[in-house]
């Protein structure tokens, strides 16, 4: 069933997938697929900037931007996160613009970005999946896969919980197939 959480064991961590609302996890930092001038914007970004309140695009003003492929952290001001992960993921373009190699740096980023403020808990979005064109399970298998790799390279982080939060269950059921795929059975 889509509302069944899915958890994998990583190591010392553990990757979950989850039907929800990312402004609502209760976790150290969420994710927020931005765009390069971190200006907010609609679907996953428009909702973080608006569930955080003002304070957090005066934030992000005082960072200036961010290029695509990497992240940058703020405060989370109202929401129930600590901290807000600011992804910049590429646009897709048909998959021969490096848009594979950009989406993963920007899930990498998030995360040593992450680690780097002592975060233990993080929850992402399917970063450029809606309206930046980037095909559902193409990405889900690029965030599942440079996800799982981080967290086995570096066991030492402070990340103790990477969770995926999708908004629907076609996009949780895309993301547990290819988590079946990626890092075996839940």
Same mark, same amino acid.
């Given at each position: 069933? =889509?509302?069944?959480?899915?958890?994998?064991?990583? %190591?010392?961590? &553990?990757?979950? #997938?989850?039907?929800?609302?990312?402004?609502?996890?209760?976790?150290?930092? !969420?994710?927020? =697929?931005?765009?390069? @001038?971190?200006? %907010? %914007?609609?679907?996953? /970004?428009? @909702?973080?900037?608006?569930?955080?309140?003002?304070?957090?695009?005066?934030?992000?003003? &005082? !960072?200036?931007?961010?290029?695509?492929?990497?992240?940058?952290?703020?405060?989370?001001?109202?929401?129930?996160?600590?901290? $807000? $992960? +600011?992804?910049?993921?590429? !646009?897709?373009?048909?998959? /021969?613009?490096?848009?594979?190699?950009?989406?993963?740096?920007?899930? &990498?980023?998030?995360?040593?970005?992450?680690?780097?403020?002592?975060?233990?808990?993080? *929850?992402?979005?399917?970063?450029?999946? %809606?309206?930046?064109?980037?095909?559902? /399970?193409?990405? =889900?298998?690029? *965030?599942?896969?440079?996800?799982? +790799?981080? #967290?086995?390279?570096?066991?030492?982080?402070? #990340?103790?919980?990477?969770?995926?939060?999708?908004? /629907? *269950?076609?996009?949780?059921?895309?993301?547990?197939?290819? =988590?079946?795929?990626?890092?075996?059975?839940?």
């Amino acid at each position: 069933m =889509a509302d069944e959480p899915k958890a994998y064991e990583i %190591g010392h961590s &553990r990757i979950e #997938l989850v039907q929800g609302d990312i402004v609502e996890q209760k976790v150290d930092a !969420i994710v927020t =697929a931005a765009n390069s @001038a971190l200006a %907010g %914007g609609g679907g996953v /970004d428009g @909702a973080v900037h608006w569930a955080a309140g003002p304070e957090l695009l005066d934030a992000c003003e &005082r !960072i200036g931007g961010c290029p695509t492929g990497s992240a940058v952290l703020t405060p989370g001001f109202d929401l129930p996160s600590k901290h $807000v $992960v +600011h992804a910049v993921g590429p !646009i897709w373009e048909g998959g /021969d613009a490096n848009e594979e190699a950009l989406l993963a740096s920007a899930y &990498r980023r998030s995360l040593q970005v992450a680690a780097e403020h002592d975060v233990r808990s993080i *929850a992402f979005p399917a970063i450029s999946a %809606g309206v930046y064109g980037y095909p559902m /399970d193409e990405a =889900a298998r690029v *965030a599942l896969r440079a996800s799982e +790799h981080y #967290l086995r390279t570096n066991p030492g982080s402070s #990340l103790r919980l990477v969770r995926f939060v999708l908004f /629907d *269950a076609r996009s949780f059921v895309v993301f547990a197939r290819a =988590a079946e795929a990626e890092l075996g059975k839940a």
